[in-house]
């Protein structure tokens, strides 16, 4: 074999070792992680709360979502929709 491909596969060998380096400590870490810091239980009380929509925040979802009465009006409506999509990001982000 000639040195430009020995060197080529001696550059492959090195990058995939180094990946396999790069993997393996990712997976030792997450495993070292889930195995020493496990996640807090939560009560069946506090799930229940995380799943239901506050009114106030499904009354801006509606807002936004509602179009036209389904009558689609080109620009207005892709104007109406970006407003309600700027309020949705202010009002649930704090922007």
């Known amino acids: 074999m000639t040195l430009p ?5 001696l550059g492959l060998l090195t990058v995939f070792l180094v990946l396999l380096v790069v ?3 990712g997976n030792a870490i997450i495993w070292v992680v889930n195995r020493h810091f496990p996640p807090p239980v939560k009560d069946a009380a506090s799930i ?3 799943r239901a929509v506050k009114a ?3 009354a801006v979802i ?3 979502v509602q179009t036209n009465q389904g009558q689609r009006q080109g620009d207005q409506n892709r104007k109406a929709t970006l407003n309600g ?3 949705i990001l202010f009002y649930f982000f704090k922007l």
């Open 5 to 9: 491909v020995q060197v080529f596969i």
């Open 23 to 25: 993997v393996g400590t």
């Open 48 to 50: 229940e709360d995380t």
């Open 56 to 58: 106030e925040h499904m």
């Open 62 to 64: 509606t807002a936004a």
């Open 85 to 87: 999509t700027i309020y």
